[in-house]
């Protein structure tokens, strides 16, 4: 059965709407904003249609479009670390989310470990792959040839994004596939097309070229595993490893790939998911009861109804119950759910994916 996102919107302190894609049910695991996404095409693309199906396997997977990307707002201004992070934090609040564990992908994983040095109350286990702690342009004396390194990245996606040239291929495809078929070479242009415009991708090479969470990185106080291949081109092992270390008592995890992230098709990936999901295991096993363990199927009712906009007593009446006990049944939901009004236990809920 084909993966869909049930998707939402959310709004940033500065006004910037975020397209929010939720898939599967559970408890929920966040992928902290990155580059060459479209929550509408995600769960189809042979780039990530694996990441989701897996993730989306044993959780409420929650992915957005970070802005000027996919579905959320294409006008941005400056682009920072501060900003992902600040839309990171925009997007769990306006889910309700109290405590996670945090996925950072390729650009994201120095936005995910900002994120989870921030606030070590809300991130509960973190996942990275593809991440480095220090980006081109971050250090004072960059290499010469580094510097030369990243000008022909700008210049590559300020002139020919999106377009499928061959000398664009030469450029982009090279560092993000080193061993890859046609058909998924022909993807990733698909995906430069969809995912944002030029103009957008050169100011998120910029910003992430400036990326530095050397310092923040050994903040970090829960548990981390972290993945990478080492054959990638785009962000090499090195600084991958590199970012692991720093971090205390993560687990690195090397992965036998030419790619910047492993296809489906290679034994990479089964190492991964192995590797992955024995992680997060851990984390349900020691954490807190599910909330949806916590709720009785009437509460569930109760909790749905509240979400289609219902008063006590239309819930009431709807299922022959009191509104005195609709209303006891509502505070017990709030307690479980740990929410302090029935607009946050709604969102939580939907996230928790217990409105299904």
């Given at each position: 059965?084909?993966?869909r996102?049930?998707i939402?919107?959310?709004?940033?302190?500065?006004?910037?709407?975020?397209?929010?894609?939720?898939?599967?049910?559970?408890?929920?695991?966040?992928?902290?904003?990155?580059?060459?996404?479209?929550?509408?095409?995600?769960?189809?693309?042979?780039?990530?249609?694996?990441?989701?199906?897996e993730?989306?396997?044993?959780?409420?997977?929650?992915?957005?479009?970070?802005?000027?990307?996919?579905?959320?707002?294409?006008?941005?201004?400056?682009?920072s670390?501060?900003?992902?992070?600040?839309?990171?934090?925009?997007?769990?609040?306006?889910?309700?989310?109290?405590?996670?564990?945090?996925?950072?992908?390729?650009?994201?994983?120095?936005?995910?470990?900002?994120?989870?040095?921030?606030?070590?109350e809300?991130?509960?286990?973190?996942?990275?792959?593809?991440?480095?702690?220090?980006?081109?342009?971050?250090?004072?004396?960059?290499?010469?040839?580094?510097?030369?390194?990243?000008?022909?990245?700008?210049?590559?996606?300020?002139?020919?994004?999106?377009?499928?040239?061959?000398?664009?291929?030469?450029?982009?495809?090279?560092?993000?596939?080193?061993?890859?078929?046609?058909?998924?070479?022909?993807?990733?242009?698909e995906?430069?097309?969809?995912?944002?415009?030029?103009?957008?991708?050169?100011?998120?090479?910029?910003?992430?070229?400036?990326?530095?969470?050397k310092?923040?990185?050994?903040?970090?106080?829960?548990?981390?595993?972290?993945?990478?291949?080492?054959?990638?081109?785009?962000?090499?092992?090195?600084?991958?490893?590199?970012?692991?270390?720093?971090?205390?008592?993560?687990?690195?995890?090397?992965?036998?790939?030419?790619?910047?992230?492993?296809?489906?098709?290679?034994?990479?990936?089964?190492?991964?998911?192995?590797?992955l999901?024995?992680?997060?295991?851990?984390?349900?096993?020691?954490?807190?009861?599910?909330?949806?363990?916590?709720?009785?199927?009437?509460?569930?009712?109760?909790?749905?109804?509240?979400?289609?906009?219902?008063?006590?007593?239309?819930?009431?009446?709807?299922?022959?119950?009191?509104?005195?006990?609709?209303?006891?049944?509502?505070?017990?939901?709030?307690a479980?759910?740990?929410?302090a009004?029935?607009?946050?236990?709604?969102?939580?809920?939907?996230?928790?994916?217990?409105?299904?």
């Amino acid at each position: 059965m084909r993966l869909r996102p049930d998707i939402r919107f959310c709004t940033t302190a500065d006004g910037a709407k975020l397209a929010v894609g939720l898939y599967g049910n559970g408890p929920p695991l966040v992928r902290a904003g990155t580059w060459l996404t479209h929550v509408e095409y995600d769960a189809t693309s042979p780039l990530s249609a694996h990441w989701c199906e897996e993730l989306a396997k044993r959780h409420r997977y929650i992915a957005y479009d970070s802005r000027g990307c996919g579905l959320s707002d294409r006008q941005v201004d400056d682009l920072s670390l501060d900003v992902f992070v600040a839309d990171l934090e925009a997007v769990v609040d306006g889910l309700g989310l109290e405590r996670f564990p945090l996925f950072g992908l390729s650009m994201g994983a120095p936005v995910a470990v900002a994120y989870a040095a921030k606030h070590p109350e809300r991130v509960s286990r973190l996942v990275l792959h593809g991440g480095f702690h220090r980006s081109y342009l971050a250090a004072k004396t960059s290499d010469p040839r580094v510097i030369e390194e990243a000008d022909v990245l700008l210049k590559s996606a300020r002139h020919g994004w999106g377009s499928g040239s061959p000398a664009l291929r030469q450029v982009f495809v090279a560092k993000f596939m080193g061993n890859a078929t046609e058909a998924q070479r022909e993807a990733f242009d698909e995906r430069q097309r969809v995912s944002s415009t030029a103009e957008v991708a050169e100011k998120y090479l910029r910003a992430m070229f400036a990326f530095d969470v050397k310092d923040l990185a050994p903040r970090v106080s829960c548990p981390t595993i972290a993945f990478h291949s080492r054959g990638d081109q785009l962000i090499f092992f090195d600084q991958g490893r590199k970012l692991a270390a720093l971090i205390p008592g993560a687990r690195f995890v090397p992965l036998d790939s030419m790619n910047h992230v492993p296809f489906r098709e290679e034994p990479a990936w089964e190492v991964l998911v192995a590797a992955l999901r024995a992680f997060l295991d851990e984390d349900a096993s020691t954490g807190a009861p599910s909330p949806a363990k916590e709720l009785t199927p009437r509460q569930l009712d109760v909790l749905r109804g509240v979400a289609r906009g219902l008063s006590d007593k239309e819930i009431a009446s709807e299922l022959s119950l009191s509104p005195r006990t609709v209303e006891m049944h509502v505070s017990h939901v709030l307690a479980a759910l740990e929410c302090a009004n029935r607009a946050q236990a709604v969102r939580k809920a939907a996230a928790l994916g217990l409105l299904d």
